[in-house]
């Protein structure tokens, strides 16, 4: 069986979700990042290559947020509106994490580029671009990889609990249930 994709209102719900969350931890990103530069730096000094790193991973633990924060609103508009989530819903699920997280992967990429340039300007040690995006993208697939495994659990979790409901239901009207067929005792 196919999930109709969600509907004006499933869609609307589930973005109430990720937007809430998004309202609670878009104010401190940005004084995350100036308390990161001021506790790396003496006023005078040169940024360095570990404020780099720690500019990166914040914006990396942002994108998990948000991601997870996707995750939850379109799981549970997709409970609301087609219960259950079933093997259909988990793909339209993920493939929706996924893009978001690849997207947000180039975003953070193209920043870092930018930080690095005025960081280092015509000093920028050789392979730092290409070190920095690698960093990223490793960290974007492990992030992508458990946000995944975590919606395959979900799924796996309903297709049991749903099973489990069938039995319960087949032995309260006195039947036997098996995996093919509903047999009277």
Known sequence: MRVMPLDEIGR??????????????????????NQLRNQT??????????????HYNLLLARVDTLAQAKSDGLVKAYEKVWPPF????????????????HSQQHNIIG?????????????TPPGTFDGVSNQ????????ISRLVCDLAIKRDETI????????????????????FHL???
């Open 12 to 33: 609307r719900y589930a973005d109430s979700i990720y937007q809430r969350r998004l309202h609670e931890i878009s104010g401190n990103q940005e004084q995350e990042i």
């Open 41 to 54: 730096c003496k006023p005078g000094s040169i940024l360095s290559g570990s404020y780099i790193r720690d």
């Open 86 to 101: 079933d093997e259909a819903a988990f793909q339209d699920v993920r493939g929706e994490v996924v893009g978001f997280c």
């Open 111 to 123: 920043s870092m580029t930018q930080v690095i340039r005025q960081t280092f300007g015509e000093n």
């Open 136 to 143: 990223i993208v490793s960290r974007m697939d492990a992030m």
């Open 160 to 179: 049991l609990d749903n099973g489990r409901t069938k039995k319960a239901y087949a032995a309260g009207l006195g039947k036997e249930w098996d995996a």
């Open 183 to 185: 047999s009277r005792q």
